[in-house]
């Protein structure tokens, strides 16, 4: 019966360690998608801002963030995110005349996506007024 439950203690203990831990970046954003929708040039900033959570229990560190084109300039927290905690990361298209269809990548230590990589999108479309 003892090498019974050591051997019960011991695949729980082994479980527990297998379960997933660390950082984890969640986005608010659906699709991880924000759509400016139909803007007008100089009526628009061209700024948004994508929300995201670390739901992890360590923290989460940015450490890079870039976008598919010049046209877009995407900006990162400095700063880690601790667990529970909330951020953003701001984008200002040129609102150059046009559909507008951008990639930003996110680089981190989150644990929950393949390499830590995430794909943010922006789309929509810019006339002149």
């Given at each position: 019966m003892k090498k019974f439950l050591g051997i019960v203690a011991m695949t729980l203990v082994g479980a527990a360690s297998y379960a997933q831990t660390g950082p984890k970046i969640e986005f608010k954003a659906a699709n991880n998608t924000i759509d400016y929708g139909t803007v007008v040039k100089g009526k628009d900033s061209g700024v948004r801002t994508f929300e995201f959570t670390n739901t992890g229990d360590q923290p989460l560190v940015i450490t890079n963030v870039r976008s598919s084109c010049g046209c877009t300039i995407?900006?990162?927290?400095?700063?880690?995110?601790?667990?529970?905690?909330?951020?953003?990361?701001?984008?200002?298209?040129?609102?150059?005349?046009?559909?507008?269809?951008?990639?930003?990548?996110?680089?981190?230590?989150?644990?929950?996506?393949?390499?830590?990589?995430?794909?943010?999108?922006?789309k929509g479309k810019v006339v002149e007024e």
């Amino acid at each position: 019966m003892k090498k019974f439950l050591g051997i019960v203690a011991m695949t729980l203990v082994g479980a527990a360690s297998y379960a997933q831990t660390g950082p984890k970046i969640e986005f608010k954003a659906a699709n991880n998608t924000i759509d400016y929708g139909t803007v007008v040039k100089g009526k628009d900033s061209g700024v948004r801002t994508f929300e995201f959570t670390n739901t992890g229990d360590q923290p989460l560190v940015i450490t890079n963030v870039r976008s598919s084109c010049g046209c877009t300039i995407p900006s990162k927290p400095e700063a880690p995110i601790m667990p529970g905690k909330s951020d953003k990361i701001e984008v200002k298209y040129n609102m150059s005349p046009g559909t507008i269809s951008r990639t930003i990548t996110v680089e981190s230590n989150a644990g929950n996506v393949t390499g830590g990589t995430v794909q943010l999108y922006i789309k929509g479309k810019v006339v002149e007024e």
